[in-house]
């Protein structure tokens, strides 16, 4: 098992930037598939990103495509989501994860049950 600690969340405006981070610890962190999810207030947990072991491979949601960047530095056991052109729908609490590295291969990356582990949550904020 793997413990994970976000960073990086605060409040900015429309247009803005944020990068978060995700620590690993306790794991084989090259050994996961990596993804960020994420909650606003009144709705369900929905997919954000996710990340191949070795970084190749990656998935977004429609939502986010072209203005998020999924990425890993396995040998800083650290993911990151660089988040573009925010827009104030973006405004949630962003979870990373860590699930089997099969998983993102077999076309189920984007679905919470395919996690193990997650973290505490960090929260993104986006003014108008």
């Known amino acids: 098992q793997v413990q994970l600690v976000e960073s990086g969340g605060g409040l900015v405006q429309t247009g803005d930037s944020l990068r978060l981070s995700c620590a690993a610890s306790?794991?084989?962190?090259?050994?996961?598939?990596m993804g960020w999810f994420r909650q606003a207030p009144g709705k369900e947990r929905e997919f954000v990103a996710a990340?191949?072991?070795?970084?190749?491979?990656?998935l977004y949601a429609d939502s986010v495509k072209g203005r998020f960047t999924i990425s890993r530095d396995n040998a800083k056991n650290t993911v990151y989501l660089q988040m573009n052109s925010l827009k104030p729908e973006d405004t949630a609490v962003y979870h990373c994860?860590?699930?089997?590295?099969?998983?993102?291969?077999?076309?189920?990356?984007?679905?919470?049950?395919?996690?193990?582990?997650w973290g505490q949550g960090t929260q993104v904020t986006v003014s108008s």
């Open positions: 994860a860590a699930g089997r590295a099969i998983f993102l291969a077999r076309g189920v990356g984007q679905i919470p049950s395919s996690y193990d582990d």
């Open positions: 306790g794991g084989t962190f090259s050994s996961y598939m």
């Open positions: 990340i191949s072991w070795s970084g190749a491979s990656t």
